[in-house]
């Protein structure tokens, strides 16, 4: 075969498969467009569901707080505060006609001790102010986990002399990783060690301050059943603690007449006429 007729064959090249693609075209363009907008419109709509069941809605308590709205949770009467030198000075006499949810506070529970060597700069003018100005007043120990438990509520006795008319006396436990390096059991042994002390000088049974998840999950001996719960527990409009309880801190945002800044907010979980039954008696 010579060189002019190689030049004269055609070489046929192969078919190659259509594109796919274009089918997918002819669909789409054979769907109403209608069809994409409600498509969207369904799609925008379940975003927004989850996005405000997941994320807005479980915090939409601590958004309101963060941008200076107090949260008061409806169905509570007996309202209160509790205080500390953080809130440096009261103005008692607005206090005294402040409200929350239109309901008066009633009472105040002070910071008095912490450990065995720290007494709260402000607690003998609070706690002296706080009845003259027809509070019923409270005292609260903040334990320390360097302390052997029986020097520090020989120590909160010898500073704080509750009256007749007082709240039981507080102990306040909480904060998981300040108890990080002693056991379970331990932390139980020391609390019920103070606990059961001061119970025996005053004859009544101690109040018991913690955040939720210490209570349920380190304060699980059964005996700390006895004693009144007062649970910290932010940011939700009712409490999901299964247990009973007494007291409820339901923020520490909250915003109040006479006093300065924030300050935490209390609920009793009773009437007023429960609320008295829980007084310290004449003996």
């Not at 004269?8 to 209608?34: A, D, E, M, Y």
């Not at 056991?183 to 000088?201: G, M, S």
Request: overall charge positive; hydrophobic content about 35%.
């Amino acid at each position: 075969m010579n060189r002019q007729s190689n030049n004269n064959i055609r070489v046929r090249k192969p078919r190659g498969r259509k594109k796919s693609g274009r089918g997918f075209l002819r669909i789409f363009h054979r769907v109403p467009i209608w069809s994409f907008l409600v498509g969207g419109i369904l799609v925008g709509i379940v975003y927004c569901f989850v996005l405000f069941y997941f994320f807005v809605d479980p915090y939409s308590f601590q958004w309101k707080a963060i941008y200076g709205e107090p949260i008061y949770p409806e169905g509570y009467k007996v309202r209160g505060v509790d205080i500390s030198h953080y809130q440096e000075r009261i103005d008692w006499e607005r206090l005294r006609n402040a409200s929350m949810n239109n309901d008066p506070v009633t009472f105040v529970i002070i910071k008095a001790t912490e450990g065995v060597s720290l007494m709260d700069d402000n607690f003998n003018e609070n706690f002296y102010l706080a009845r003259r100005h027809g509070f019923i007043r409270g005292a609260y120990h903040f334990m320390t986990p360097d302390v052997p438990a029986d020097k520090q509520a020989h120590f909160f006795l010898h500073q704080v002399h509750l009256e007749s008319g007082d709240l039981p006396p507080v102990l306040d436990i909480e904060d998981k990783r300040r108890w990080k390096s002693v056991p379970d059991k331990e932390i139980q042994r020391r609390a019920l060690e103070w606990l059961r002390i001061v119970e025996q000088h005053y004859g009544v049974r101690p109040i018991i301050y913690s955040g939720l998840s210490f209570r349920r999950d380190i304060l699980t001996d059964t005996t700390f059943n006895r004693y009144p719960y007062w649970m910290a527990h932010y940011y939700v409009e009712r409490p999901t603690y299964k247990g009973e309880w007494a007291f409820w801190q339901h923020t520490d945002c909250g915003k109040v007449d006479g006093i300065k800044g924030l300050v935490d907010c209390d609920v009793y979980n009773g009437t007023m006429t429960d609320f008295m039954q829980t007084l310290i008696k004449e003996e």
